[in-house]
């Protein structure tokens, strides 16, 4: 089982929808939770972090995390074509802390 | 400098030979990172530099693979006798003491290995 999964997608929205990005893991014991965006030929960069269960939102983004379920997700509320990226789901785990990514889910808003 | 550097932007490189790529994190960030990033794929973890402890080395894939971390500034990668499967966009990320694991990314290093 890999520590952190996504689906890869790609996943296409039409501009003005929700996208929801979802992700697991595998180490009970994380405590911090983080999803990047990539542009393609950029470097990531950090859009949420959440590290208490339920909701979080940041202007059209919104992280949800259940622990017990070992579960985070992102929403993107009115998708906009400048939102197509891939979206990186990162966990920091216990002991040493070092952050681990999923592989990515691909976003496609389409005007 | 304000954010992440790193250094050479781009490295293109004979099968069998040696390179170092360099990573100067953010100023007062005592947590460096280096991750691989093949084309189309997501980032995997090589190493991971908190503060004074030793190196978290366990994504290193062979013992090509090497990093140090000078002075808890800037650190090295170092890659000898490069693979072809080594080609690969070589990410470098830091973080503070505190919130470690929101991560400030370099624009990377890419290594095509001939």
């Known amino acids: 089982q890999k520590e952190v999964e996504q689906n890869s997608g790609p996943l296409s929205v039409p501009e003005g929808a929700i996208a929801s990005l979802n992700c697991t893991y595998s180490?009970?014991?994380?405590?911090?939770f983080f999803w990047y965006r990539q542009y393609s030929g950029k470097s990531p960069e950090l859009i949420m972090s959440i590290y208490s269960n339920g909701d979080k939102e940041d202007g059209r983004f919104t992280a949800q995390l259940n622990k017990a379920s070992q579960y985070v997700s992102l929403l993107i509320r009115d998708s906009q074509p400048s939102d197509s990226a891939t979206y990186l789901c990162a966990v920091e785990g216990t002991g040493g802390f070092k952050t681990i990514f999923g592989a990515g889910t691909r976003l496609f808003v389409k005007a | 400098g304000a954010g992440v550097s790193q250094s050479p932007s781009n490295k293109v490189t004979e099968k069998g030979k040696d390179v170092e790529l360099r990573c100067d994190p953010i100023?007062?960030?005592?947590?460096l990172y280096w991750y691989r990033q093949s084309l189309g794929q997501g980032l995997e973890f090589l190493i991971y530099?908190?503060?004074?402890?030793?190196?978290?080395k366990s994504g290193l894939p062979s013992d090509r693979f090497s990093a140090e971390r000078t002075g808890g500034s800037v650190s090295t990668l170092t890659i000898q006798r490069t693979q072809q499967e080594d080609s690969a966009v070589y990410l470098c990320?830091?973080?503070?003491?505190?919130?470690?694991?929101?991560?400030?990314f370099g624009e990377g290093s890419r290594l095509t290995v001939l």
């Open positions: 180490d009970r014991g994380s405590q911090s």
């Open positions: 530099f908190q503060g004074n402890s030793a190196p978290d």
């Open positions: 990320a830091s973080s503070g003491t505190f919130n470690t694991g929101e991560l400030f």
């Open positions: 100023s007062g960030h005592t947590a």
